[in-house]
């Protein structure tokens, strides 16, 4: 017989004197235990990814521990399904470790050897060797066994369960998974560092110009097909405005922080109706002291029944403290869904480090396909500007960028090499100059001519801007 290689031998002494040292019954039990830890994690991977939207708003508003550790899981998905894989992976192969010093402890390598001999007597010994034949046989025996316990009563069983009942499932787990997820976090960490690398390294350039072409393609479809059948220009502007809409953040459709209308925290219910009566708006922002420290949102509708009040009366108590608070860089085909799902209309834009950097609302939203949306208090023109012939406009130096492409009908990405973080015309200005150009001062960007009309020491107020459409 072929003496069996170090490591062959090594690894069945080892789980025969582990299995010896806890007994059978020991070995059984622990293999039990494991079973029910692969059932609980392959579970917790369907629970904790199968929410619909109103279980999602459920466990938003249940108050529970249990609720709250839901959420701060399902906050960091890829972290939270990293660790799920290696623990899940870890128990597997410790039943497999398990299960085979089991067999091998019940049949023995004698049994192995006998069963191999019985094998090579049939079909006769020149091409197998006796020792290679038995681990063999070991070997499949022991996968047969494992992969139907571990698909039947680890993987489909469970995972059938956690389906019908995920939110009582994702409970029963969250205290564990808090636990596993801090424990395993250097290695759920390099995970998914590699992953977000794989990631960026497959939607390469490559793939980003070939989307940014279709994308123009469709664009001028679009034109070429309006002028075939003889669209109106609003109909067109929803095609486009519907194939760019992925593409658009909230910074840049966001009504700019020093434009919202908010109300002081301090401020008497006198003055307070004052300010409602005169702006007309349905929500309004609550701070103290600034605008980064806000209180919440009040609705006008909640002041309905108090309009004959006195000017102490406390409207403070009728802040809603819930607010959605959103990067500057949330696509807003994304944050549309987030409004969807919170049942909410407005968000606070923040930046980088956590300033307010504005509002957005549900309606600035639905006019990037819709277009403008007014209503009986919109003044009739919502950019201030003067058009003093095609290719000759004043503009305010806070107009966005979306907006004045838009009124000069230009493509926004005119701007893109040159704008940087800036969202409006002053912003441009900034970046293409790095200082506050004093009045009458030209600056000129591709086949734009920026001349500043008026300027204050903090910001640019209005700006003439030349077009010459020869230089496109």
Same mark, same amino acid.
């Given at each position: ?50 929410? *619909? ?57 004698? @049994? ?80 998914? @560092? ?5 990631? $960026?390294?497959? *939607? ?152 307010? *950097? ?30 003093? #012939? ?20 230009? *493509? ?33 960007? $591709? ?16 700006? #003439? ?8």
């Amino acid at each position: 017989m072929d003496p069996d290689p170090p490591l062959l031998s090594f690894l069945p002494f080892t789980l025969l004197f582990f299995i010896s040292f806890i007994g059978s019954l020991g070995a059984i039990t622990l293999l039990i235990l494991l079973i029910l830890c692969s059932a609980a994690i392959s579970g917790s991977e369907v629970a904790y990814f199968s929410f *619909s939207p109103k279980e999602e708003q459920r466990l938003g508003e249940d108050a529970s521990k249990a609720s709250d550790r839901i959420q701060k899981l399902r906050s960091n998905p890829e972290k939270l399904l990293a660790t799920i894989l290696v623990v899940n992976n870890l128990v597997n192969i410790a039943i497999v470790i398990v299960s085979d010093g089991l067999i091998r402890k019940w049949i023995g390598g004698e @049994g192995f050897d006998r069963m191999a001999q019985g094998i090579l007597n049939l079909v006769g010994d020149q091409w197998l060797s006796l020792s290679n034949l038995s681990h063999s046989l070991s070997f499949i025996i022991s996968v047969v066994v494992v992969t139907f316990v571990l698909v039947l009563f680890g993987e489909i069983a469970p995972k059938l369960y956690a389906n019908l009942r995920n939110v009582e499932f994702a409970k029963a787990m969250s205290l564990p998974l808090i636990g596993l997820t801090t424990f395993f976090s250097p290695i759920s960490n390099v995970l998914v @560092g590699w992953s977000n690398r794989i990631e $960026k390294s497959v *939607s390469s350039e490559k793939w980003g110009s070939a989307t940014k072409g279709n994308k123009e393609n469709l664009d001028m479809a679009i034109e070429l097909a309006s002028q075939q059948i003889d669209e109106s220009p609003e109909q067109v502007d929803m095609l486009k405005g519907i194939l760019k809409f992925g593409d658009v953040a909230a910074k840049q459709i966001m009504k700019p922080r020093g434009d919202v209308i908010a109300i002081n925290f301090e401020t008497n219910f006198k003055e307070l109706m004052e300010v409602i009566k005169e702006e007309g708006y349905s929500r309004l922002p609550v701070y103290k002291e600034d605008f980064d420290q806000l209180q919440g949102v009040l609705y006008v509708k909640d002041l309905l029944g108090h309009s004959k009040e006195e000017d102490d009366f406390e409207w403070q108590e009728l802040i809603r403290s819930q607010i959605l608070y959103v990067p500057e860089s949330k696509k807003i085909d994304d944050l549309l869904r987030e409004f969807q799902l919170k049942r909410t209309h407005m968000g606070i834009v923040v930046d980088e480090y956590g300033g307010a *950097s504005g509002i957005i609302t549900l309606e600035d939203i639905m006019e990037e396909v819709i277009g403008d949306i007014k209503d009986e208090f919109d003044d009739e023109e919502d950019v201030e500007y003067i058009k003093i #012939n095609d290719n000759n406009y004043i503009f305010e130096g806070k107009t966005l960028i979306n907006d004045f492409c838009r009124i000069v009908d230009e *493509s926004t990405d005119v701007f893109e090499s040159g704008k940087g973080d800036a969202d409006s015309l002053a912003g441009v200005i900034l970046e293409v100059t790095g200082f506050i150009p004093r009045r009458d001062k030209e600056i000129v960007y $591709k086949h734009f001519t920026f001349k500043v009309v008026s300027v204050s020491k903090r910001r640019i107020e209005k700006i #003439n801007v030349m077009i010459n459409r020869n230089e496109k």
